[in-house]
């Protein structure tokens, strides 16, 4: 987690993915003295960066998943292509009503 929130700051990124080498090598103890003796002994706000997360409806992935033959990653691409109109033909194939569509559609 240390190590995560260091390489927040860019001129750090390098020298701890170096480090990390040495993080289950050492005891938890000398780890964290190695980190304090290169962060910079100055101080600085690193703000932590979040990753983006989108919901996504886990059915639709499933019925499309099945549909395509494909991986939830490659899914994920077809859905910024295929318009809402082709997503409700492929829903309604798998015996979905029109408000379970429209429910799938919301979080599309």
């Known amino acids: 987690m240390i190590c995560r ?5 860019p001129e750090l990124t390098e020298t701890i993915n170096d480090l990390q080498y040495y993080q289950d090598k050492l005891s938890s103890e000398h780890f964290y ?3 304090i ?7 600085g706000y690193w ?3 979040k990753s983006k ?3 996504r409806n886990s ?6 998943c099945i549909h395509y033959e494909e991986s ?12 809402n109109d082709e997503l ?3 829903i309604s194939l798998y015996g979905y009503g029109e408000k379970d569509v429209e429910k799938m559609l919301e979080s599309a």
């Open 47 to 49: 703000p932590y960066i």
């Open 33 to 35: 003295k190695l980190c």
């Open 59 to 64: 059915d639709l992935l499933e019925i499309l």
């Open 37 to 43: 003796a290169v962060v910079p002994k100055r101080r």
């Open 5 to 9: 929130f260091l390489s927040m700051q």
């Open 72 to 83: 939830e990653r490659n899914v994920l691409e077809y859905l910024q292509v295929l318009t």
């Open 88 to 90: 409700r033909n492929i």
């Open 53 to 55: 997360s989108e919901r």
